[in-house]
């Protein structure tokens, strides 16, 4: 195993265990020949176009980590590309609880106002 899948293996590891409560949010850690992603992403619920969810994806690009974050639904969230250096894995774990921890305060406002 090297660097770059030690560190996926990690953060899903730690992320499963900050997620592990939470409702409607899957994670998935996916091979694909020398490929590896990690993958958060919150369900859409059928028939509320409107209800916030997001779609989040780290993965690798030569030698340096790359996070795609898109949310969808009401409110509206800028869909945002970070690139975090492959040293930075606290870093990382800390951009990828961020997201979360939006997208968890964006389901809750669109309840309370709903």
Known sequence: ?????EVFVSLFSRLREDLREEFGV????????????LRVRSEKKPGDEKQPYFALVVGDRDG???ISYKPSGVPSAESQVT???????????????????????RLMDYRQNG
């Not at 195993?1 to 899948?5: I, Q």
């Not at 899957?26 to 490929?35: F, I, P, V």
């Not at 975090?84 to 921890?101: F, H, K, N």
């Open 64 to 66: 340096a980590f790359r």
């Open 1 to 5: 195993m090297d660097k770059s899948e």
């Open 26 to 37: 899957g994670l998935a850690l996916k091979a694909e020949g020398r490929n590896i992603t």
């Open 83 to 105: 690139i975090v250096g492959a040293e930075a894995t606290d870093r990382l774990l800390g951009l990828v609880r961020g997201y979360v921890e939006k997208e968890r305060r």
